[in-house]
């Protein structure tokens, strides 16, 4: 069964400064990946997503992340994030012929100045 | 351009009481989905469709019911309201099986009292 598990329920970030958001799946077969951002009191927005070619996806808001098969991951990452960052991310999966994606549980990123 | 739209936005009942939530895409989607979200828990599955006329069970399915009458219009139901679907509900819907991505609605707040 798919699993996607996102292991860090908070992250603090100084404004400007790197981050990295987790992210693992658990599946035998091809994946499709997916990566989605709600602002407070919003619905979910697509991020960016991994289909299929090269492994380092780039989305909106200069937010990037790379699928490593090997290690069953697609984590997040942005060089230097703003305030306006602050938000809730979910990772989500999902294959062929699956009919719905799956999400993890989220991860909040919260930006200080 | 609507995208997804929910109604209510907002809404308090009684245990006991029903309701019915609407969810609305204007974008000729096939697949649509209703997703409840409580804090810790990310997202969660409780019912979905495939097209006009079908609808499947997701993750948590227990207390509601769906109907898709129309392909453009995905309801959900709460037919004995109890204090644990206090929760926040999205509609998405996606061109296909959601390789390409969900667009979400705003969400309805749904408090049990």
């Known amino acids: 069964a798919q699993s996607v598990t996102q292991l860090d329920s908070q992250v603090p970030v100084f404004e400007e400064a790197p981050v990295e958001l987790r992210c693992n799946y658990s599946?035998?077969?091809?994946?499709?990946l997916f990566w989605y951002v709600q602002y407070p009191n919003q619905g979910l927005q697509l991020l960016l997503k991994?289909?299929?070619?090269?492994?380092l996806v780039k989305g909106i808001n200069g937010f990037e992340a790379e699928f490593n098969k090997s290690q069953t991951s697609f984590h997040l990452r942005k060089p230097s994030v703003h305030i306006s960052d602050t938000a809730e991310y979910f990772c989500?999966?999902?294959?062929?012929?699956?009919?719905?994606?799956?999400f993890g549980t989220g991860t909040r990123l919260l930006v200080s100045p | 351009n609507a995208g997804v739209t929910q109604t209510p936005k907002f809404r308090v009942l009684k245990t006991g009481q029903s309701m019915t939530l609407l969810c609305a895409q204007d974008?000729?989607?096939?697949?649509m989905y209703w997703y409840r979200q409580d804090p810790g828990m990310g997202l969660r599955l409780i019912h979905y469709?495939?097209?006009?006329?079908?609808?499947a069970k997701g993750e948590v399915p227990d207390g509601y019911n769906v109907s898709r009458l129309k392909k453009q219009n995905f309801l959900l139901g709460l037919e004995s309201a109890a204090p644990s679907q206090t929760s926040v509900y999205f509609c998405a819907s996606s061109i296909d099986n959601g390789n390409y991505g969900y667009t979400f609605g705003s969400g309805t707040r749904l408090t049990v009292v």
């Open positions: 989500a999966v999902t294959y062929t012929g699956f009919q719905k994606l799956v």
């Open positions: 991994y289909l299929s070619g090269s492994t």
């Open positions: 974008m000729n989607h096939e697949y």
């Open positions: 599946s035998s077969v091809s994946v499709y």
């Open positions: 469709s495939v097209g006009e006329g079908t609808t």
